[in-house]
């Protein structure tokens, strides 16, 4: 359900299996496409998105397959992605950031999802209502053409 002409919002419901993964990025690209966005605002999108929905499928999903909900469009000056699961509560703002490394062996593997999802997107809420975790991650672009 990619949006196409220039659509102002765009929905997609994907499944909690991986592959799902490259459909979430093409509907990304779809949109921004659409919206004319800058090719930053795109990659940090496309990459958000994929930490978000990759981090629900691994974690919130193991007690069986469900559905992932996801929205995008604009507030504002914003880009706002929404994303609900009916996974377990949990609320990413209160995840601490990982400690640095003090030396190779100390190095963590996994755990870097947040932080990056932190990073390259410019604003974060959550709320959890009717058993859904609802994320919304926005990202600075220019007004909507």
């Known amino acids: 359900m990619a949006a196409t002409g220039g659509e102002p919002q765009a929905s997609l419901t994907v ?11 093409a509907w990304v690209h779809d949109w921004a496409e659409g919206q004319r966005l800058p090719p930053r605002v795109t990659l940090n999108l496309d990459l958000c998105s994929t930490e978000v929905v990759t981090n629900i499928m691994t974690h919130a999903c193991s007690q069986g ?5 996801l929205r995008l469009g604009w507030q504002g000056q914003d880009v706002a ?8 509560e949990f609320d990413p703002r209160q995840v601490p ?8 062996d100390d190095a963590r593997i996994g755990g870097w ?10 604003g974060l809420r959550y709320s959890h ?8 991650l926005l990202f600075r672009a220019s007004a909507p053409p």
């Open 65 to 69: 397959a469900q559905n992932i909900f």
């Open 97 to 104: 950031e990982p400690a640095p490394a003090t030396s190779i």
């Open 129 to 136: 209502h009717d058993g859904r975790n609802c994320l919304t």
């Open 15 to 25: 499944g909690s299996e991986l592959r799902e993964l490259a459909r979430v990025s």
């Open 81 to 88: 992605l929404e994303v609900e699961d009916e996974g377990r």
């Open 113 to 122: 999802g947040i932080p990056i999802v932190r990073r390259f997107s410019d």
